[in-house]
């Protein structure tokens, strides 16, 4: 089915008519049209557009109202003080627009119209070590574009650029080769090894090697040569180096379904991945004169770039004594998805602190010919998690968080509060059990994308699992009390009637649903899932107002009304469950 024009862009096109046809020479003219407490629009773009014709703004906005057909959209249109547009639509116009929005599998959301290819960079653990709190922003919100955008009609591409290279495998595999049963953790015939033993035993060895390596100047230069050996592919070090990032992989896998989020192996290219293209990445940046010599290391120079000695800092690609840096790999990662994977966008989903270097990749790669007016890369930059006392989130100790205790926290309080709940509703065990991990992981999902990207957040957990506030729990209870209601109209079913008068919730909730398409637009082009939370969110609050306010059971309604108002219901329960899977966060039909 064609994509359903929002009631907005219906209104806008009239308006946008009519002042092309009272300013024949002004061109097309934007009417600047936005929601409005005094009315259902507002349409501002006059005051500019008379000013430029040097024309009166109040006699204009007249000109143009009398030109604008009202009855079947548009209600009635108001000059309102120097020259603004009140506009109300009428109430069979947003019946009609929701009822082919709920004919659509899509909710009426258009496609892109000029699709092209994504490869998303986002979710990068690293090789033998725990992810930490400080992992959970860059899958979060990547996962939730990747699903948004692709929702547009966008290819997309996934990338987890691990950690999977450097000179501490050097120090791992050596002393692995000198304890060649560290890693064995399962006798034959066990069971496959699960992902917390699979760091359990990998933790273990870093720190026993780690103890080793700084205490013992002989084994450290035997790690030393190992990186050599390493680099080189020696057959023996590169099977350990690849026992390693089988046992990550093993542990990235378990976390990420605790996160349900899908994460394929395909997807999973690593630093490693670029290793054959650094030489050649070098070579061309410095044939091209992009790169330079500087004290023997191969750099980048940029004149807004100053180090606190008011010099210039540069990117250096390659170091003096010939090892590559991250600006090659991640140069090379650039020039492998433009040129092999055809990307049109390159979107990194990264720390903020790490937006300087990111910012001299970009341009070098630019100045190189690999980004132009064809391809563009955007980091969309994270904050940090924070703890309830506004500092960086660690443990009493000190420590980094450990991700999957968090997960785990987060699951056992959700579960607790879904059970308080569940004999009323009649759960299962299982159910309960279930659902607790649908609320739980959903409630730092929501926590951390309800919050714009680029800002720092609190970990709440008390507030996170809340059936109160902005929260996911608030949203996946509308949901599940929107089921409830469906399954208690017994025969009675949804169904539009645009004759019907509507209520003023009824407008309020009817128009927000309307607005739910362009609002996916507004988030695909500004890499903005915070704006899709803050949508669910508004749609539920009004759906409380509009229950409160317009019996659809109890009393019962007259049929026709009745059934519209279970129209709407139905409608905000899709569009929920629809804006909600957009974000990575399940739904459960009771709670």
């Known amino acids: 089915m064609a994509s359903v024009p929002s009631l907005a862009s219906s209104v806008n ?9 009272a300013l024949p020479d002004a061109g097309a003219s934007d009417p600047l049209l936005r929601r409005s407490d005094r009315a259902d629009f507002q349409a501002n773009g006059i005051l500019a557009l008379a000013k430029k014709a040097k024309a009166n703004p109040r006699e204009l906005a007249t000109t143009v109202v009398e030109g604008i057909p009202t009855g079947d959209l548009i209600k009635e249109i108001e000059v309102s003080g120097p020259g603004f547009l009140n506009i109300t639509i009428t109430d069979r116009a947003i019946v009609e627009t929701l009822a082919a929005r709920a004919a ?25 070590k725990e992810m930490h709190v400080g992992h959970l922003r860059s899958a979060v919100i990547g996962a939730a574009m990747v699903e948004i955008l ?26 692995l080769l000198e304890h060649p049963h560290e890693l064995d953790h399962k006798a034959e015939g066990d069971a496959e090894v ?34 050599v050996d390493l680099q080189a592919g020696e057959p023996e070090t590169l099977a350990l180096w690849q026992r390693f990032v089988d046992e990550s992989k ?41 790169a330079v010599r500087s004290n023997g290391a191969l750099c980048v120079f940029f004149e807004d770039v100053k180090g606190p000695d008011g010099n210039p800092t540069p990117l250096i690609v390659q170091k003096s004594d010939g090892g590559f840096g991250y600006a090659a790999t991640d140069l090379s990662a650039i020039r492998d998805r433009v040129g092999d994977l055809k990307a049109s966008t390159l979107l990194y989903v990264v720390d903020a602190r790490q937006s300087l ?12 010919g690999w980004l132009n007016e064809d391809t563009k890369a955007v980091q969309l930059a994270f904050g940090t998690v924070l703890g309830k006392d506004g500092k960086p989130f660690k443990t009493r100790e000190g420590e980094t968080v450990r991700l999957v205790d968090l997960l785990d926290e987060a699951v056992e309080r959700a579960t607790a509060v879904v059970r308080e709940k569940a004999e009323k509703v009649g759960l299962t065990e299982a159910e309960i059990v279930e659902n607790g991990q649908y609320v739980g992981i959903g409630a730092v999902k929501y926590a951390d994308l309800s919050t714009s990207a680029a800002r720092d957040y609190k970990f709440d957990l008390d507030q996170m699992v809340s059936l109160n506030g902005d929260t996911s729990v608030y949203l996946q209870y509308a949901y599940a009390r929107i089921r409830s209601i469906l ?25 927000h649903l309307d607005g739910f398409g362009e609002l996916i637009e507004e988030a695909a082009a500004e890499y903005a899932p915070h704006k899709v939370a803050a949508y669910l969110y ?3 609050s009004l759906f409380s107002t509009f229950y409160e306010q317009c019996p659809v059971i109890k009393p019962e309604p007259e049929l026709a009304v009745g059934e519209n108002r279970l129209f709407l219901a139905d409608l905000t329960a899709a569009t929920l469950a629809k804006g909600m899977s957009l974000l990575g966060i399940r739904t459960p039909e009771k709670l």
């Open 538 to 540: 508004q749609l539920s």
């Open 250 to 290: 093993i542990y990235f896998y378990s976390v990420f379904n605790k996160l349900d989020m899908d994460i394929q192996d395909p997807d999973v290219v690593g630093e490693s991945g670029y290793n054959d293209m650094l030489v050649e990445t070098c070579r061309l940046l410095e044939e091209s004169g992009v």
């Open 357 to 368: 270097h990111f910012k001299m990749v970009f341009e070098t790669a630019r100045r190189a």
């Open 104 to 128: 659509d599998d899509r909710l009426g959301v258009p496609l892109a119209a000029k699709p092209g290819t994504t490869v998303i960079d986002y979710a990068q653990p690293n090789v033998a």
């Open 150 to 175: 692709e929702f547009t009609g966008e290819t997309v591409i996934r990338r987890h650029h691990i950690g999977d290279w450097g000179t501490q495998f050097g120090m791992l595999i050596q002393y």
């Open 194 to 227: 699960s992902g917390e033993e699979a760091m359990s035993n990998l933790n273990r060895l870093y720190k026993a090697s780690r103890v080793l390596f700084d205490s013992d100047e002989e084994f450290k230069t035997r790690a030393r040569a190992r990186v």
């Open 13 to 21: 096109q009239r308006v946008a008519d009519a002042l092309a046809s």
């Open 487 to 511: 399954r208690k109209a017994g025969e009675r079913a949804p169904l539009a009637h645009p004759e019907l008068e509507l209520a003023p919730a009824e407008r309020a909730l009817g128009l």
